[in-house]
């Protein structure tokens, strides 16, 4: 089975400083989607950004940029000019494109917190 | 004009007791699913519907049964309630296939058992 690792329980950025958080993911297919979803305190859960695994291009939208990383099979997130909305947990996820494809992994999360 | 709408966004209740919580979508999506955050904020999938029809189905005990009515609702009922089923129950919806296939999430349902 697919397995999603975030390492990072609890990161900490300064206001207007640059943060990355790390994503490693496990699998066998060559075809797949990657997720990264923020969650504040009010719990909702929404998308951040993805990646199409067969795009080299890395994804970015806005101050949130990835760095795929297939063969090392690694899918990081860069916040640059953090702001203090920012702080939440944030999941990366993984779904296949062919097979299961309707069943999403995710990670453990990482709680970003930001200082003013 | 909310998109992924769950209902009771609160439930405390005593061991024993049958709840259910209410999902509705307003996507027009094919695939709704369930899933279990724990204290810990692991988030596990517990199952999924598409067009009505139960696709996943993860390793969780028979009290939990979903029931889709049309594809536009996913309901989760759960009998004699136990502690261990404390947790945020969130009901998602994606449109199945393709690029998009992109889950939207609904706010979460926290269920508290005393």
């Known amino acids: 089975a697919q397995t999603v690792t975030q390492s990072q329980p609890e990161m900490s950025v300064q206001e207007a400083e640059t943060v990355t958080l790390s994503c490693t993911y496990d699998?066998?297919?060559?075809?797949?989607?990657l997720f990264w979803y923020k969650q504040p305190p009010s719990r909702q859960m929404i998308l951040v950004i993805r990646?199409?695994?067969?795009?080299?291009q890395n994804a970015t939208e806005n101050r949130f940029s990835v760095n795929f990383q297939k063969a090392a099979k690694s899918f990081s997130l860069k916040i640059s000019d953090s702001q203090l909305g920012d702080a939440a947990m944030y999941f990366c996820?993984?779904?296949?494109?062919?097979?299961?494809?309707?069943?999403?992994?995710f990670g453990s999360g990482t709680k970003l917190n930001v200082k003013p | 004009d909310t998109a992924v709408s769950q209902t009771p966004k609160y439930l405390v209740t005593q061991m024993g007791n049958d709840k259910s919580i209410k999902c509705e979508q307003n996507?027009?999506?094919?695939?709704m699913y369930w899933y279990k955050q724990d204290s810990k904020k692991f988030l596990k999938i517990m199952f999924s519907?598409?067009?009505?029809?139960?696709?996943i189905n993860e390793t969780v005990p028979n009290r939990f049964s979903p029931k889709s009515p049309d594809k536009a609702h996913l309901n989760l009922h759960i009998n004699s309630l136990e502690l261990g089923d404390s947790a945020v129950y969130f009901c998602?919806?994606?449109?199945?296939?393709?690029?998009?296939?992109?889950?939207?999430f609904g706010a979460g349902t926290r269920l508290s058992v005393l």
């Open positions: 998602a919806s994606s449109p199945g296939v393709g690029s998009k296939n992109i889950q939207y």
């Open positions: 699998t066998s297919e060559s075809d797949y989607y």
């Open positions: 990646q199409e695994a067969y795009k080299q």
């Open positions: 996820a993984y779904r296949s494109s062919k097979y299961n494809f309707n069943k999403f992994y």
């Open positions: 996507l027009g999506h094919d695939t």
């Open positions: 519907y598409n067009n009505k029809e139960l696709i």
